[in-house]
């Protein structure tokens, strides 16, 4: 039996191995959108100049993605000109609320571009001809999109053209599913995005065995507003509508059973608005003896697939999110459950970046559970009350994440958990909220790790984003990662004989011989 439950865990280190590509230290960490002073935008508009987006109505057969063209023509081409997508079309200065920059002028854009391109992207002759041709994926984000041109770089950005609107058929179409573990190991919960309030229709999942008879779950609905962001850019140029996010909870599942399901609203004039099919398998009986295969990692973030958000000067901000995203859809059918623990869009700020990164990981996440964890890029803001003093989620103090993405927590604003698959029982922590002894969420992790049956649940995991172990990777002196609360926690390691501990954050890939008090 033990060289079978050996077999297990190497699984799960094979996985991590093969499928995160780790980010080096020479990242440029700098959210793109961030590089852009539009609050600094003058209107510059050129009567000469112009952008033409074809086609301009996209999702005609169902799709939630689709790529469109711009033409672009500019009489005086400059080597920094660049393109943004803009999403609602109309974002001048009109639509800035007096909490965008409270006591001074409006300024006259005061909402960033969803992403951008330099015009001279794929066009290396545009100084010379002012013509250029550039591609864009556009997701259904509930909005219209327009596409603008800029001269002055980034920094100084003059406005010169607008586009005609391009937009979805059905922009508040239901899309970008995500499973994760409900509270019981029989339960799965199915959370998405849509446009629609419930005062515009009734959200459930339709859902049941492959090829019978379906039955229909009803879902709660979540959002939030500006006021709920605890700083900039999130409440400030980087806000934007998120729309509405439901959950609902399949309950009562048979172990290892292969489901349909689909996300449906019930407009009230009766008519029904449907997402396309998809599938999941329901997670093993606790303590099953059987091959279970999980993925974890960190940091992974967005990218743009047409190349969007690269500077003249700049790397891809996330170079390895779409290499792991598309290694894992294709490792998709020897994979059980995903745990992403940490610093999981680093859209810092920016809201619209959250719909793409969920756009990104929806062939995945729509599939099998997609469990998270927060990390700084999530929550921390200061004087706010995370743990860390900084402000590394660009305001949004934790509302994104516990908003779009379910976990069985028992108050999602303190992100630590337990969930039960297989044979492994999972005590996720949060390392944005104080875990030293004594603490409310240390308290939890002793409970968590207590509760863990070994004889059903051999495997004992534990996982946060920072450090908590022992790092050479990283910190200078060798020795130690996140130091708050680590001599106390290790003490429940070695009391409940903790197997594996996983951490994000480093962004690099480390493991450990077994280790205790530096030895």
């Keep these: 039996m033990k060289s079978f439950l050996s077999l297990k865990v190497s699984l799960i280190l094979l996985l991590l191995v093969h499928c995160v590509v780790v980010h080096g230290d020479g990242i440029d960490d700098v959210q793109p959108l961030s590089k852009i002073a539009i609050h600094r935008a003058l209107f510059a508009f050129h009567v000469n100049a112009s952008l033409k987006a074809e086609p301009v109505l996209l999702g005609t057969k169902g799709e939630d993605f689709q790529w469109i063209t711009v033409a672009l023509e500019c009489p005086d081409p400059l080597e920094d ?13 009109s639509t800035c609320p007096p909490v965008v920059f ?17 015009a001279n992207d794929s066009n290396a002759e545009y100084t010379k001809t002012g013509k250029a041709s550039l591609k864009f994926r556009l997701i259904n984000q509930r909005a219209d999109f327009s596409i603008a041109l800029f001269s002055g770089g980034l920094s100084n950005p003059k406005l010169l053209a607008v586009s005609n609107t391009v937009t979805f058929t059905n922009p508040k179409a239901p899309v970008y599913p995500r499973l994760s573990q409900g509270k019981s190991w029989n339960e799965m919960a199915v959370t998405w995005t849509s446009g629609y309030n419930i005062i515009d229709a009734v959200p459930f999942v339709e859902w ?11 879902a709660g609905t979540l959002t939030f507003h500006r006021e709920a962001m605890c700083g900039p850019p999130a409440r400030t140029i980087g806000w934007r509508d ?3 996010i439901h959950t609902s909870f399949l309950k009562d599942l048979w172990p290892n059973s292969l489901y349909t399901y689909k996300l449906g609203h019930r407009l009230f004039n009766g008519s029904y608005i449907w997402s396309k099919s998809y599938y999941f398998k329901s997670s093993p009986y606790p303590g099953q003896d059987s ?51 940490g610093d999981i869009t680093y859209a810092n700020g920016y ?9 990104q990981v929806e062939p995945i996440a729509s599939t099998i559970p997609y469990m998270i964890a927060s990390g700084n890029h999530e929550r921390d803001v200061p004087g706010t009350g995370s743990f860390f003093e900084t402000n590394d989620s660009g305001g949004e103090c934790g509302v994104l994440a516990e908003t779009m993405f379910y976990v069985p927590a028992e108050n999602r604003a303190k992100f630590w958990y337990s969930t039960d698959y297989g044979m492994f029982h999972f005590c996720i922590a949060d390392s944005e909220h104080d875990w030293r002894e004594g603490s409310e969420q240390y308290k939890f992790i002793e409970k968590c790790l207590a509760s863990a049956d070994r ?10 984003h920072r450090v908590l172990g022992y790092s050479s990777a990283y910190w200078k002196d060798g020795s130690f990662g996140e130091s708050m609360g680590k001599d106390s926690l290790q003490k429940l390691w070695q009391k409940y004989k903790v197997d594996i501990a996983f951490y994000g954050h480093v962004h690099n890939y480390e493991r450990t011989c077994p280790i205790y008090q530096a030895r």
């Design 81 to 93: 000109d660049w393109v943004a997508v803009f999403s609602p079309a109309k974002f001048n200065s």
């Design 102 to 118: 409270p006591g001074q002028d409006a300024p006259h854009l005061c909402s960033a571009p969803i992403k951008y391109k330099f």
């Design 208 to 218: 049941g065995f492959k090829g019978e008879s379906q039955t229909q779950s009803p």
């Design 242 to 244: 998120p729309g509405y």
């Design 291 to 341: 091959l279970q295969r999980v993925v974890i990692f960190g940091d992974m973030g967005k990218a743009e697939r047409d190349g969007s958000n690269d500077s003249n000067e700049d790397t891809n901000y996330q170079p390895g999110s779409l290499n792991t995203t598309d290694q894992l859809i294709k490792d998709l059918d020897n994979i059980d459950i995903i745990f992403h623990i």
């Design 351 to 359: 809201i619209s970046q959250w719909d793409q990164f969920t756009s």
């Design 455 to 464: 004889q059903k649940q051999p495997w004992l995991i534990f996982a946060a």
